[in-house]
């Protein structure tokens, strides 16, 4: 049975920076195509930012200021989180892209605040 961890989170100042990691493990699992997501309060989760092979996907929210990246041999996606401002507060997981509803960690929360 495969689990995902999320971790990397954490309290950061407006314009600060947080590298989020997501590590698979249980039974073999491909990263091939992850994306990252998160839920504001009183909202559905929604994707942030995805990578399926080379391609990645951002929100416009994201694009500019996110980047997320996969390393194999680890198993492990990344969210590098750069400029965040207190909107982007809130819990993070990671997730196949598409996502699948079995699979769901228990995220990682971040929160940006002075």
């Known amino acids: 049975q495969v689990q995902l961890v999320e971790s990397g989170g954490g309290l950061v100042q407006p314009g600060g920076s947080l590298r989020l990691s997501c590590t698979a493990s249980g039974s073999p699992f491909s990263i091939f195509a992850m994306g990252w997501y998160r839920q504001a309060p009183g909202k559905q989760r929604a994707m942030v930012a995805a990578i399926s092979g080379g391609t990645t996907i951002y929100t416009e929210s994201a694009k500019g200021r996110f980047t997320i990246s996969g390393d194999n041999a680890k198993n492990t996606v990344y969210l590098q989180m750069n400029s965040l401002r207190p909107e982007d507060t809130t819990v993070y997981y990671c997730?196949?892209?598409?996502?699948?509803?079995?699979?769901w960690g228990q995220g990682t929360q971040v929160t940006v605040s002075s």
């Open positions: 997730n196949r892209f598409p996502r699948s509803d079995i699979l």
